[in-house]
């Protein structure tokens, strides 16, 4: 069985475990190949059986129909007061702190206006970070996260594909953007579990809407994700607008380890996050 088990993020329905794991493997050989540069040790290349994919984007795609395939039209309209808009003002925020060419959120706007949600599509379509992803996208892709939050049955059939692809054998578990809250919620469902290392991506873990509605529910702390031997790393882009809060050790303490990398025009890619030297650092020490 696999050592390692990767964990995508949003978006990613219209894909699958194969496809994933090819783009993936790649990637991560690249980030152990320059870790090992580095340190002069580590495990090398990983075989064509030491990575799958945990894959639970099906789950988000619309059932196929006579004529009509693919996400659903959404628009400005389709973006729920509460959680939805926050999160896309939240996004918006990030967007203007990391890029200058994105306007800074207005007092009306954050204040919740009725056409704040359309006001935000527009600005972070045009922004570096979201430039390549249409409207209807970002809005599907709001609406995976509230989703997964808040539908018990879609949010314990993705937590139990990331457990049935942990195995005895797993000793590394790496997961991207929304996958990483599944990743977590998942290793903290599995007391005992042998994972050593869990590397977490472009991580949303430290917002505060999702931090509070996490399982097991925080008190005040988020629980740890294993046991004593288990180390946890989380990889952060400075321009990476989904991981609004880059340092997770405030939420769940001092024994988390965070890196911040510099993935350029692509700050939320995971391969970008894969083949960076401190990602492979990360997965080399589970596979030591």
């Given amino acids: 069985m696999a050592r390692v088990v990767g964990v995508h993020g949003v978006g990613k329905q219209l894909s699958g475990e194969e496809s994933l794991r090819s783009q993936w493997g790649p990637a991560l050989d690249d ?29 988000f795609r619309p059932p196929g129909r006579t004529l009509a395939v693919g996400d659903p039209m959404y628009t400005a309209a389709d973006v729920q007061d509460g959680f939805e808009l926050e999160l896309l ?27 704040a949600a359309q006001t935000a599509l527009r600005a972070l379509v045009r922004s570096r970070f979201f430039a390549k992803l249409a409207p209807r996208a970002l ?20 937590r139990e594909r990331v457990q049935e692809a942990v195995s005895d054998d797993t000793r590394v578990v790496v997961a991207h953007s929304l996958g990483s809250v599944v990743a977590y919620e998942a290793l903290c469902a599995s ?8 590397v977490t991506l472009g991580s949303p873990l430290g917002m505060r ?21 288990l180390y946890w790393t989380n990889v952060a882009d400075e321009g990476d607008v989904v991981a609004v809060v880059r ?23 995971a391969t970008a996050y894969l083949t960076d030297r401190l990602t492979g650092v990360a997965v080399a020490r589970g596979l030591a």
């Fill in 31 to 59: 980030g152990l190949r320059r870790a090992e540069a580095e340190r002069g040790d580590g495990p090398g290349k990983l075989g064509v059986d030491d990575l799958t994919m945990a894959f639970y984007g099906d789950l």
């Fill in 139 to 158: 809005v599907f892709d709001l609406k995976q996260v509230h989703r997964y939050l808040t539908d018990p049955v879609l949010r314990a059939r993705a």
């Fill in 191 to 198: 007391p005992g579990h042998g994972v050593r290392a869990l």
């Fill in 247 to 269: 340092d997770l050790r405030p939420f769940f303490g001092d024994r988390l380890e965070g890196a911040v990398v510099h993935n350029g025009s692509h700050a939320h890619d």
């Fill in 89 to 115: 003002l939240a996004w918006w925020q990030r967007a203007a702190e990391c890029d200058p060419g994105v306007a800074v959120p207005g007092g009306n706007t954050l204040a919740r206006s009725p056409r």
């Fill in 209 to 229: 809407m999702i931090f509070d509605r996490l399982e097991p529910a925080p008190s005040p702390h988020g629980s740890w994700p294993g046991g004593d031997g």
